[in-house]
């Protein structure tokens, strides 16, 4: 069965702390994602990557940093947290279709919810 | 302007009733359209891709029309399981980007008893 997890389901800082974010996938999917979700913004990307030690941004990357050191593990950075990141994060994983005629269902882990005081 | 735009509802309709939701995309080039269900607190799932002749699924029924760049999702004979939150999805496949997808904000459904 298809996996995502996420570290943390709730979380609690303040502002100016460093925050990681992890997210492990099982299925040896090449595409990681990071996303947010407030409400009435709908999902926005943050940050995606295609392989390990690669990165792209995504539509609201400023504030982030992602790390992928292996293929299983996509980590979300806050370098300084500010109460604006307050959200729901979520991480989703796809296979890569090299022929680009191939479209890999995106599969969600379950979001951590991120609150800066 | 937004890549996928759709009416964010709420619907809120009886057991058995017909629903349709619509969406539009920006982009001609897009290549690949889906519908993905949230239930509340949930992470997103797929629920069905959507194909250029239209698809059926059970109760379900997804329309595509290029020209108009418009997608569709009809329910017919709602469940009060169908509550949740439809998300329109499409794919645009450009260079390293393969896999990325952009997401309309949700339309809101709830099925009353």
């Keep these: ?117 | 302007r937004k890549e996928v735009e759709q009416d964010p509802g709420p619907f809120n309709v009886p057991e058995g009733a017909t629903v349709a939701f619509n969406c539009t995309y920006s982009n001609s080039a897009s290549q690949s359209f889906f519908w993905y269900r949230q239930d509340c607190r949930k992470e997103p799932k797929l629920l069905m891709s959507v194909y250029s002749s239209g698809n059926e699924d059970g109760r379900f029924t997804a329309q595509l029309n290029r020209a108009s760049q418009y997608i569709s999702l009809l329910i017919r004979d709602s469940k009060l399981s169908d509550s949740a939150t439809y998300l329109c999805v499409v794919n645009k496949h450009r260079g390293s980007t393969l896999g990325r997808l952009y997401f309309g904000r949700g339309t809101q459904l709830t099925v009353w008893p």
């Excluded at chain 1, 390990?52 to 940093?65: F, L, R, T, W």
């Excluded at chain 1, 279709?97 to 951590?112: A, H, K, L, N, V």
Aim: glycine share 6%; charged share 25%; proline share 3%.
């Design chain 1, 1 to 117: 069965d298809v996996k995502v997890t996420q570290s943390s389901r709730y979380l609690v800082k303040r502002t100016g702390e460093k925050v990681f974010l992890e997210c492990v996938q099982d299925m040896d999917h090449e595409n990681m994602f990071w996303y947010r979700q407030d409400p009435g913004l709908g999902l926005r990307l943050i940050y995606f990557s295609y392989d390990v030690k690669m990165k792209e941004k995504g539509d609201i990357p400023e504030g982030y940093s992602v790390s992928r050191e292996k293929k299983e593990r996509f980590s979300l950075i806050l370098e300084s947290a500010s109460t604006n990141q307050t959200s729901m994060y979520l991480c989703a994983s796809s296979l890569w279709s090299s022929s680009g005629s191939s479209y890999y269902e995106q599969y969600f882990g379950p979001g951590t919810r991120l609150t800066v005081t």
